[in-house]
């Protein structure tokens, strides 16, 4: 995004929570495309103010970054009904300095992002809002446009929703699972570029649901998940024996945790993130839509 900051002070409100606004953005549309245009269309607004007038910048630029992604959000579902095989979120680079806000890195989770993709447009903004960034109920209910007892209804109602499809760690076992998910990334790593099918095995779930997002312009992802360990497993070894081109594995953070980069003739080609069930890889998410990975090469600005 551009953002015409020739007419900016240093302590402009809107430069200095950028990162927060970016992320609230993003975690509500699953994408850094959208999240950067619904930042452009809340900075012309911003600018059309009486700043000077406005006594919570912080709380008003939430407010007016959350109206613009809902009015995105309803656009975007249309999109993604007519999206050829199945949906992912746009992955993020970060740095490994976000695992340290081991909550903050938890929603930025590929897997928590498509965990939110089955709320609602307003259970989705007033979840995150209130989860992720510990907004005031009565600021939320001004940013959807709702009754304060209607907010905390829809709060109740979405958390629940997504404390069964994906139970919330104490902060000590974030921690202690960060560590191991890089350990069983490393692992995975190894095993790819070695081209070992019994150690990438070792490391799944038997139940393990691959998911893969290709938007119908990669060859080669399955348009379908894939459940099994040893079913992914052939899958992925036979179509990299297919490639005009060696494959390469490596680490790389993403969505706040380690995930796999790889290269096919040293372009790349697809990113994957795991998520771990008893310690071992329970479900795979990879994106390998070339329209999802420019953000890859690019360090993302998140915070809250």
Same mark, same amino acid.
């Given at each position: 995004?551009?953002?015409?900051?020739?007419?900016?002070?240093?302590?402009?409100?809107?430069?200095?929570?950028?990162?927060?606004?970016?992320?609230?953005?993003?975690?509500?549309?699953?994408?850094? !495309?959208? @999240?950067?245009?619904?930042?452009?269309?809340?900075?012309?607004?911003?600018?059309?103010?009486?700043?000077? @007038?406005?006594?919570?910048?912080?709380?008003?630029?939430?407010?007016?970054?959350?109206?613009? #992604?809902?009015?995105?959000?309803?656009?975007?579902?249309?999109?993604?009904? &007519?999206?050829?095989?199945?949906?992912?979120?746009?992955?993020?680079?970060?740095?490994?300095?976000?695992?340290?806000?081991?909550?903050?890195?938890?929603?930025?989770?590929?897997?928590?992002?498509? +965990?939110?993709?089955?709320?609602?447009?307003? &259970?989705?903004?007033?979840?995150?809002?209130?989860?992720?960034?510990?907004?005031?109920?009565?600021?939320? !209910?001004?940013?959807?446009?709702?009754?304060?007892?209607?907010? $905390?209804?829809?709060?109740?109602?979405? $958390?629940?929703?997504?404390?069964?499809?994906?139970?919330?760690?104490?902060?000590?076992?974030?921690?202690? #699972?960060?560590?191991?998910? !890089?350990?069983?990334?490393?692992?995975?790593?190894?095993?790819?570029?070695?081209?070992?099918?019994? #150690?990438?095995?070792?490391?799944?779930?038997?139940?393990?649901?691959?998911? @893969?997002?290709?938007?119908?312009?990669?060859?080669? !992802?399955? $348009?379908?998940?894939?459940?099994? #360990?040893?079913?992914?497993?052939?899958?992925?070894?036979?179509?990299?024996?297919?490639?005009?081109?060696?494959?390469?594995?490596?680490?790389?953070?993403?969505?706040?945790?380690?995930?796999?980069?790889?290269?096919? /003739?040293?372009?790349?080609?697809? +990113?994957?993130?795991? &998520?771990?069930?008893?310690?071992?890889?329970?479900?795979?998410?990879?994106?390998?839509?070339?329209?999802?990975? /420019?953000? +890859?090469?690019?360090?993302?600005? +998140?915070?809250?």
């Amino acid at each position: 995004m551009s953002e015409p900051v020739a007419s900016a002070g240093p302590a402009d409100p809107f430069l200095v929570h950028r990162g927060l606004l970016f992320t609230v953005a993003y975690e509500l549309l699953g994408s850094a !495309a959208d @999240a950067e245009d619904v930042l452009q269309e809340s900075w012309l607004r911003w600018a059309a103010v009486d700043q000077d @007038a406005v006594r919570a910048p912080r709380a008003y630029l939430v407010q007016i970054v959350t109206r613009q #992604a809902l009015n995105h959000l309803r656009t975007l579902s249309r999109r993604r009904e &007519e999206y050829v095989g199945e949906w992912l979120p746009e992955p993020l680079l970060t740095s490994p300095d976000v695992a340290e806000d081991a909550e903050l890195a938890e929603h930025l989770s590929i897997a928590m992002l498509t +965990v939110l993709e089955t709320l609602g447009p307003a &259970e989705r903004a007033v979840f995150v809002l209130r989860e992720v960034f510990d907004v005031p109920y009565d600021e939320i !209910a001004d940013a959807v446009g709702k009754s304060l007892a209607a907010v $905390r209804q829809i709060a109740h109602r979405a $958390r629940s929703h997504v404390e069964a499809r994906r139970p919330k760690l104490e902060t000590a076992e974030r921690v202690d #699972a960060s560590h191991e998910h !890089a350990v069983v990334v490393d692992r995975l790593i190894a095993a790819m570029n070695g081209g070992d099918m019994q #150690a990438f095995l070792d490391v799944l779930a038997p139940d393990v649901v691959a998911i @893969a997002d290709g938007g119908g312009k990669v060859d080669g !992802a399955s $348009r379908v998940p894939i459940v099994g #360990a040893l079913r992914l497993a052939r899958y992925l070894f036979n179509n990299m024996a297919k490639l005009d081109a060696p494959a390469l594995a490596s680490a790389v953070w993403l969505n706040g945790e380690p995930a796999i980069r790889i290269e096919v /003739g040293g372009t790349l080609a697809a +990113v994957v993130s795991v &998520e771990l069930e008893g310690g071992l890889v329970g479900r795979v998410f990879t994106i390998a839509n070339p329209d999802k990975l /420019g953000r +890859v090469e690019e360090e993302a600005d +998140v915070g809250r």
